[in-house]
């Protein structure tokens, strides 16, 4: 019985901590930019994290956009 008791208690201990644990997305949407004209799959990406920038790529079509 003591054995189960403090596996129970336990189990309370890291439910309680794991509740209070704020857990933060890494990125955030800041706005869509819509691609008139493109249907199908993104192959590529690209950070430019100084720059603010994301290069997506589309094989396919043989483009690349920027979106800032």
Do not use: N, Q, Y
């Amino acid at each position: 019985m003591r054995k189960s008791s403090v596996i129970l208690v336990a189990l309370l201990l890291v439910t309680a901590v794991m509740s209070m644990v704020k857990v933060t997305p890494p990125l955030k949407l800041l706005h869509t930019t819509p691609l008139p004209g493109f249907t199908g799959d993104m192959d590529h990406f690209a950070v430019d994290l100084k720059g603010h920038r994301l290069f997506l790529t589309a094989e396919v079509h043989k483009t690349m956009w920027r979106a800032c």
